[in-house]
């Protein structure tokens, strides 16, 4: 029997287990589908008050965040290469964008503060003291996987990429090509870097659980390359630069699921002998 069946079947044998007692399931709120829309509208609104606010902090220094933003790229540029723009607004347009990007991460535990606050309803009230903590941790995480993509992807990708120039084909790249590019990037990283938090949420709400995680793993892993394929340029090897990360965040997910649902049926056996 190899390591999986085992994690597999004692999963399962945890998952048997009672999750919660009765007198506990009045502890969550249930909330009529209006009350949601209109719970959903104002974190919403909250949520983009708090980008406004990142982004009139940041718009002062939009110039400087994208030179800062293009640093790894121009760490292997030819010294003939240049930045280019082809519309009269086009660096307008882009500090702009900068700007707004530096606000939404300079705002992200608010943001997510907001998404956890939107999903307290469905914890109990002990969980709901967890509420600021997964903020800051989900920002921790959305940046970590920023900065990774910063410095680990992009001097990696852009090396390769600017391999090809030659003495007959010069790099003249757009200022909006180039954010585009390495905006798409920051926030996918950020976003996979969510996995294992999401994943302890969910477990705690009892929708997935470390067998599932592991009985779809192919599954997963397979959609894992068509995400990296989507998402970065088509060729394998900046494919692996994203695909790699994301299947190392995905067996640390099944690891967190598995203590959470641990947790959670050794915390349930307490309460019920009592």
């Known amino acids: 029997m190899n390591s999986d069946d085992e994690i597999f079947e ?8 009672p999750a919660e007692s009765e007198h506990r399931k009045d502890e969550r709120v249930a909330m009529p589908l209006m ?3 209109s719970e959903l509208r104002r974190r919403l609104a909250w949520s983009l008050l708090g980008m406004a606010v990142g982004f009139a902090a940041c718009y002062g220094f939009a110039s400087s965040l994208f030179e800062y933003l293009a640093q790894p790229l121009l760490d292997v540029m030819p010294s003939d290469s240049r930045f280019i723009y082809t519309g009269v607004a086009e660096a307008f347009f882009v500090e702009l964008k900068v700007a707004l990007c530096a606000g939404l991460f300079a705002a992200s535990p608010f943001i997510f503060y907001q998404i956890w606050a939107f999903a307290a309803p469905g914890l109990y009230d002990r969980e709901k003291r967890l509420i600021i903590p ?12 920023a900065a990774f993509c910063y ?16 003495d007959t084909i010069v790099a003249m790249l757009s200022i909006s090509e180039y954010f585009g590019f390495s905006l798409k990037l920051l926030v996918a990283f950020g976003l996979i870097f969510e996995m294992p938090l999401f994943s302890f949420f969910l477990t ?13 793993r192919r599954y997963a892993v397979l959609l894992i390359f068509v995400i990296a394929a989507v ?20 067996e640390f ?11 959670r049926n050794i915390k349930s056996s307490g309460k019920n002998e009592d």
């Open 10 to 17: 004692l999963t399962e044998k945890l998952e048997e287990q």
């Open 35 to 37: 009350e949601h829309l």
């Open 134 to 145: 997964l903020a800051l941790g989900s920002a921790l995480f959305f940046i970590g996987g």
């Open 151 to 166: 410095f680990i992807v992009f001097p990696f990708a852009f090396e390769f990429f600017l391999g090809y120039s030659s």
């Open 204 to 216: 705690k709400l009892g929708l997935i659980t470390a067998g599932k995680l592991i009985s779809v």
């Open 231 to 250: 998402l970065t340029p088509p060729d394998v090897f900046s494919q692996l630069l994203m695909a790699v990360p994301m299947i190392l965040l995905y």
């Open 253 to 263: 997910s099944i690891m967190v699921s598995f203590m959470a649902t641990k947790h």
